[in-house]
T-cell receptor, first 112, second 115 residues
């Protein structure tokens, strides 16, 4: 069955430190991969996406993600986080039908 | 461009009451979706629609109904509210197919509490 797993439900990070949020997927076919961000009391916004081509994808607010087909991963990274990055982050994937499948989310907390 | 508009933003219902969550988009998107978000559970698909007059069930459709009479509107109906339906509800749209790389545009959500 197709699925997406976010291993960390909560990640606390000191301000200006680097962060990696992990996402693994399970699929027997090629997939499209997305990261969405949800700021407190808001809807979800698209952060970045991988469709094809270069495996390193850059998104908004200094985030980037790397697609690794052999490890079926799409981890999100930022070299230096800011207090404004406090949010919940969702990994999602699709594989040819109309619906995206979302992970359970990772709550990123920035410690001043 | 308003994007996806959800109303109301907050609502408290009593057990057994009914209500309709409204969702409208002005981007001429064919595909629309309803998700519910519960803490630690991510987003679960309730219903979706690939165009006017066409709807289909998602993972958690029980207790909900939808209709899609126009491209713009996709209301979600709760007939007999239950405490298990306390959640945050998100409407989303995409064109033409989310999985072709366009992703979804989300509304700002409706926070529903059933007491």
């Amino acid at each position: 069955a197709q699925s997406v797993t976010q291993l960390d439900s909560q990640v606390p990070v000191f301000e200006e430190a680097p962060v990696e949020l992990r996402c693994n997927y399970s699929s027997s076919v090629s997939v499209y991969l997305f990261w969405y961000v949800q700021y407190p009391n808001q809807g979800l916004q698209l952060l970045l996406k991988y469709l094809s081509g270069s495996t390193l994808v850059k998104g908004i607010n200094g985030f980037e993600a790397e697609f690794n087909k052999s490890q079926t991963s799409f981890h999100l990274r930022k070299p230096s986080v800011h207090i404004s990055d406090t949010a919940e982050y969702f990994c999602a994937f699709g594989f040819g039908n109309e619906k995206l499948t979302f992970g359970t989310g990772t709550r990123l907390t920035i410690i001043p | 461009n308003a994007g996806v508009t959800q109303t109301p933003k907050f609502r408290i219902l009593k057990i057994g009451q009914s209500m309709t969550l409204q969702c409208a988009q002005d981007m001429n998107h064919n595909y629309m979706y309803w998700y519910r978000q519960d803490p630690g559970m991510g987003l679960k698909l309730i219903y979706y629609s690939v165009g006017a007059g066409i709807t289909d069930k998602g993972e958690v459709p029980n207790g909900y109904n939808v209709s899609r009479s126009t491209t713009e509107d996709f209301p979600l109906r709760l007939e007999l509210a239950a405490p298990s339906q306390t959640s945050v509800y998100f409407c989303a749209s995409s064109y033409p197919k989310a999985t072709l790389g366009y992703g979804y545009t989300f509304g700002s959500g409706t926070r529903l509490t059933v007491v």
